[in-house]
């Protein structure tokens, strides 16, 4: 019962994944798409940690936490390079 | 003679009702994160579309984390764990914190139909900051 629960969450996890896409897409302005990436890099992070549960190997849970850092850090840089126009 | 009934083990018991409790946290973290990838798709504005992207975000992913603590082996997994549930709690409001201050300060126009409600209006001159919005 728990392996068939866990491949239903990461299909769906996936199509997630590609319907937010959609808005990064068609997004009208800058932030729409900065807003679609961190949703996508959520289903990112939340399918790696149950696709480790799946492949029993549960160093994946580090690589989690390591994407998850650094997409925060590559969202805190985009944001700033849109409102101030320069990084540094 | 009558077979000997071998008594149930009540691990058994146990792990079924931990894999009930596993697939409802797993759903319900399914649930909130389709509600709010339907509600960025569907809402017509961007600071309607980070209100859904803040919220159920944050709870979709924070249960289905919850969740991944009963089926992984071991202390120092669900150590991670737990720390990737504290980094998910306190970086997802400051991600939509700053998206949505980044749009207040690049003048993103709000949608049709909506209007602002403030005391301060009146006293100050000028407009506020919703300008023509960038395209």
């Known amino acids: ?15 997630l994944g590609l319907a937010s896409l959609y808005r990064a897409f068609k997004g009208p302005t800058a932030t729409d798409r900065v807003a679609a990436m961190n949703m996508i890099v959520t289903m990112v992070v939340l399918y790696t940690i ?7 190997q549960y160093f994946y849970i580090d690589v989690a936490l390591v994407f998850s850092l650094a997409a925060f850090i590559s969202t805190l840089c985009i944001l700033k390079f849109l409102r101030e126009g320069r990084l540094f | 003679m009558a077979p000997i009934e ?8 146990m792990e079924m009702v931990r894999d009930i409790f596993v697939v409802i946290i797993l759903f319900g973290g399914l649930f909130f994160l389709t509600v709010g ?3 960025m798709i569907r809402l017509p504005d961007v600071y309607n579309r980070l209100h859904a ?3 159920c975000d944050t709870l979709g992913s ?3 984390i919850f969740g991944m603590f009963f089926l992984v082996p071991g202390m120092t997994n669900i150590v991670k764990l ?4 504290i980094l998910t709690f306190t970086i997802n409001p400051v991600i939509t914190h700053l998206i949505t201050k980044t749009a207040y300060v690049r003048g993103t126009a709000l949608t049709d139909d909506s209007f602002v409600v403030s005391t301060y209006y009146e006293e100050e001159e000028g407009e506020f900051l919703m300008g023509e919005g960038d395209e």
Do not use: A, Y
Request: net charge neutral; no cysteine.
């Open chain 2, 82 to 85: 737990l720390l990737m549930l």
């Open chain 1, 50 to 56: 149950v696709f480790s549960f799946l492949n029993n």
């Open chain 2, 62 to 64: 924070g249960l289905i």
């Open chain 2, 6 to 13: 071998t008594p149930e083990k009540p691990g058994e018991v």
């Open chain 2, 53 to 55: 992207l803040g919220k």
């Open chain 2, 37 to 39: 990838v339907v509600g």
């Open chain 1, 1 to 15: 019962m728990i392996n068939v629960t866990v491949n239903i969450v990461v299909f769906w996890l996936f199509v």
